[in-house]
Structures are given as C-alpha cells and as structure tokens.
C-alpha cells in the first residue's frame, strides 16, 4: 500500500523538475561552505598542523577525491533526494539504505545545529554584547521560514551570499600572493607548527592528523543529491557532484596556502585561534577585519539555509519510502502549494536543530566524527556490489568512478587510516565509533523487526521515473 499523499490529479505529491546543474552547484557549495570550511574547520587544522596544513589539504583533497568519486558513481545510478543513503541501498541493498536512512536521523539535527552556533561567534566583532544561544535559536527560526520559499527563490538567496563568501576566501588568497614570503617554498615543505609553546617541525603523525580532518573539511560535494528530484537532467548529478568537489578544492586550499606563504610573521599568524583573521590583520585596517567577521557569519547562514532546503527534501524522502508508521510518513510528503517545499519536515528539522543547542559541543560532536567513516566503507562496498550487480556504472548513469576497482581499491588503506585517527583519539574519536557502532546495531533491530514485519515487508521507495529508468 502507498502511503503518499496525493494532489487533485490523483499522483502522489513530487518535486517539479526546474533547477540547472548550476543552481544546483551554488546550492550545493552552499551547504558544505568553503568559507565555513576554511575560517571554521581550518583555523583549527592551522593551529594544528602549523605551515603544515597546505600539505594536509592538498592530500586531503586526494583522499576526498577518492571517496567522491565513489559517491559520485552510487548518486548518478540512483539519484533522488534520499542523498547517500539510498544511492547505498540501491547499490548494496534495501538493508543498507534502511540502517542508513535511521542513523541520520540522529546526525542531522547536530550537523545543522554545529553551523548555527558558529554565526554569534563571528559576530561579536561587530556587535560585542549579543547573546550566542538567542543569535543561533533567531538563525534556526529564520532559516526554517526561509526554506520554506521556492527552490528557485533560495538558488537565488544561497548565490547572493555565495558570491561574499567567496569573495572573502579570494581576499585571502590575493593578499598572500600579493605578499609572499622568500621562505615560502620551505614553509610548506619543511612544515613548522607550535607545539607546547615551542616553534618545532611538524611530523608525519601531526600532518597525518591534519590529513584526516582536511579530508572532512573538503568533502561534502554529494550533497548534491538532496536536490536532484528538483534538477532538469538528474542524470548528470554525479558530474556535477565532482565538479562542485573541485571548485571546493580551489576555495579551500587557496586561502589556506595564501595565509602561510604570505603571514610575515608565521609563528604568531600560525599559532593563533584566529590565524585567517590575524593574517589579514597584517595588512587590513579594522573596519575591513569587521566585513571579513561579517561575510563569515553570512556563510554560516548561507550554509544552514541550504541544509535546511536539502535536508527537508531528504526527510520528505524518508517519508515516501515509508520508513514510519502511515501517518508520519504522510506529514513529512506534504508540500505547500505554491513553493513545493515539504513543510511538515522542515518544522520538525527546525524544532530539533533549535533543541540541539541546549547539548554541549562536544556531545555534538561524539554523534558526528565516526559516521563519515562509517559512510565511507558503505561508499567502497557499494561501487564494488554495484558494478558486479550492474546497478551502478552503467553508461546511461554517465558517470562512473575512473579505473575500477582502483578508488575501491585506494579506499581501503585510507580507510583504515580513518579508523586509525579515530581510536587514537581517546576524548573524542574512539567513543564516537563505539556510539555509531551501537545506533547502526539498533537500526538494523529497526529494521529487522519492525520494517521487515509489515503485512508486504519493507522495500526503499524513490521517485518514478528514476525507479522505472532503475528496474526497481
């Protein structure tokens, strides 16, 4: 039984097709935030890895390369808003998109929750007294609204503030070219960092660290998913899926490597909490750091806006695959008339997002670190079961992972080096893959003993036309 709910002409509530593959790039870039990325993520890898972090990025990009590529190749043979999680089910099986589909309704909430709370921290620059929990709790209600608009009306909103964000990353990048140091090339191949209030070379195990989380900085790309029932040719999702991915690549490693080569001093940019900020502060009077505050907090909620927008479409999509009891399941599939946008699952997103910033950071971040590896062994599986099933990499799917089995082949030494950091960080790392490793246990209880036990069993449900092209 079809649990949808359906318009006056008797079909079941859908998308209307109407974005390019260029909306679908700027709302994309959007969510994962170069900006973000680089001024969030980043400063943390500097402080880390010192001069070391050009390296750390541009291997980094390596190793995210590989595993997009991987997604690239299960989102172009299954492309709907269901995102990662049912490329992987249609790959590897209905179980897998199943388990994943569950253990994301834990993470979303916190993922779009850590972006939310990082706007009052950029803004205190220009307005000192404002309170952060009341600044993230105004953000998640205006983001929550502004969702609710048409796609086309936030393709618009999300490209506007694009557009500053990265204008903001190219400043950073032109003023370390413009103001390139004689020691620059032994900067990044002789990679210096601060350890204990000491100025010392940066080894292997610090860079392979920073590594691991550059790699996390940069990835994001296959988000492009979540808007592919609103793209004009989905089928060509996973080209615009690496596309994104290398215009990511430019934007992050750019500021980045701008910031070490040109800091005249490299020890007091390199070691600081904010070392974008106090590079620019070398050559930028005050008022310029304040815009560079600004524009930051701009990609923050640039960043939030879009998530909403595709998360919303993955709930809804977790809906018509009938993943709840009926009446659920009909709530999250209800669109408003005129926008298309699933209000229902944007409400809730909203309420919990906004819950999300009573838990401390640390918790949040337990419930985020150990599932992108997680994601990652079903990436390699997936292109592997795939191929063999013929369910992936087929020419009309016009996007397949370059010489198999080689990215499945790559993942795994990369793979293991993920779970490697993870168990060497014992404050953070480690607990979070035993938490992941219990949520995905209780998702398959879910699924083998609730799913499974419908009167016609349990089978992932996507939009028609891309079933139908599918064979499912």
């Not at 990082?118 to 609204?145: R, S």
């Not at 999300?158 to 500053?164: A, E, P, S, V």
């Not at 806006?305 to 709930?315: K, M, P, T, Y």
């Amino acid at each position: 039984m079809n649990d949808a709910p359906r318009s006056n002409t008797g079909s079941p509530q859908k998308f209307t097709r109407a974005l390019s593959g260029f909306g679908v790039i700027i709302l994309t870039l959007s969510v994962l935030s170069p900006g973000v990325s680089v001024f969030v993520s980043g400063a943390s890898i500097v402080q880390q890895a010192g001069s070391g972090a050009v390296l750390a990025f541009l291997i980094g990009g390596i190793v995210c390369y590989v595993q997009t590529s991987l997604g690239a190749e299960l989102g172009a043979a299954y492309p709907t808003a269901g995102y990662d999680y049912a490329s992987i089910g249609n790959a590897v099986g209905d179980w897998a998109g199943a388990l994943t589909y569950i253990v994301s309704l834990v993470t979303l909430p916190m993922f779009l929750n850590t972006s939310a709370v990082g706007i009052a921290e950029y803004l205190h620059p220009i307005f000192p007294g404002i309170n952060d929990t009341l600044v993230t709790l105004i953000t998640v209600g205006v983001v929550t609204l502004a969702a609710l608009l048409n796609i086309r009306a936030n393709e618009f909103i999300t490209g506007i503030f694009m557009l500053i964000e990265t204008a903001a990353l190219l400043l950073v990048s032109f003023l370390g070219i413009a103001h390139t140091q004689p020691d620059a090339v032994q900067r990044i191949f002789h990679p210096m960092h601060m350890a204990n209030g000491v100025w010392v070379a940066a080894g292997i195990g610090v860079i392979g660290v920073a590594v691991n989380s550059a790699a996390w900085a940069i990835a994001g790309a296959t988000q492009a998913l979540m808007f592919s029932e609103d793209m004009k040719k989905p089928q060509t999702v996973g080209r615009i899926i690496m596309l994104a991915f290398f215009i990511t690549v430019v934007l992050e490693c750019a500021p980045v490597a701008g910031t070490i080569i040109g800091a005249h001093n490299a020890q007091a940019v390199l070691s600081n909490k904010a070392p974008f900020e106090t590079f620019l502060a070398e050559s930028l009077p005050d008022f310029a750091l304040k815009l560079v505050s600004l524009s930051i907090a701009i990609a923050i909620f640039n960043a939030c806006l879009a998530g909403f927008v595709g998360i919303g479409r993955n709930v809804y999509a977790m809906g018509r695959t009938n993943l709840f009891a009926a009446p659920i399941n009909r709530a999250l599939m209800r669109l408003t008339p005129r926008a298309q946008a699933p209000w229902v699952a944007l409400l809730i997103i909203g309420m919990t997002t906004a819950a999300a910033t009573f838990l401390s950071m640390k918790f949040k971040i337990l419930m985020l670190a150990g599932n992108y590896t997680i994601l990652t062994i079903f990436y390699a599986w997936g292109v592997w079961r795939g191929r063999r099933m013929g369910r992936t990499g087929q020419p009309h799917h016009l996007y397949r992972s370059p010489a198999f089995p080689l990215m499945v082949v790559l993942m795994i030494p990369i793979l293991v080096l993920e779970i490697a950091a993870l168990w060497t960080d014992t404050d953070t790392g480690r607990p979070s893959l035993f938490i992941f490793i219990g949520l995905y246990l209780l998702a398959f209880l879910y699924y083998r003993f609730v799913l499974l036990r419908r009167p016609d069993g349990w089978r992932m449900e996507g939009p028609a036309d891309i079933d139908a092209l599918e064979g499912r």
